[in-house]
């Protein structure tokens, strides 16, 4: 069976940090491109960083870039988001997903249905 299991949400100050992990399983992770996504409240889903299986290629929203990193160890069946100088705009659900692409930015910057994806752990950034 197949499962995107996400942790290490929570609710944290304004400038402070997060660590996300994904425990994938039930498939082979390292033939998948991986993402991260989120969903504030009454908006679209949107791509916050994604990386390819194959080539350590990455990409991160515009307004991401310079705070969050995205890691994978294949051997663990995990993925990573790290992320830093956390603003009020990063409140929202962040989901983690994979799926067979061509490029991390087609991944990130379409919300495909039939990846796998995970239940979604809430992160909320408080002033």
């Known amino acids: 069976q197949v499962q995107l299991v996400e942790s290490g949400g929570g609710l944290v100050q304004v400038g402070g940090s997060l660590r996300l992990s994904c425990a994938a399983s039930?498939?082979?992770?390292?033939?998948?491109?991986i993402g991260w996504f989120r969903q504030a409240p009454g908006k679209e889903r949107e791509g916050v960083s994604c990386?390819?299986?194959?080539?350590?290629?990455?990409y991160y929203t515009d307004s991401v870039k310079g705070r969050f990193s995205i890691s994978r160890d294949n051997a663990k069946n995990m993925v990573y988001l790290q992320m830093n100088n956390l603003n009020a705009e990063d409140t929202g659900v962040y989901y983690c997903?994979?799926?067979?692409?061509?490029?991390?930015?087609?991944?990130?910057?379409?919300?495909?249905?039939?990846?796998?994806w995970g239940q979604g752990t809430q992160v909320t950034v408080s002033s």
């Open positions: 997903s994979a799926g067979h692409w061509v490029t991390v930015k087609a991944m990130c910057t379409s919300v495909y249905k039939y990846d796998y």
């Open positions: 039930g498939f082979t992770l390292n033939e998948y491109f």
């Open positions: 990386m390819s299986n194959n080539n350590g290629s990455t």
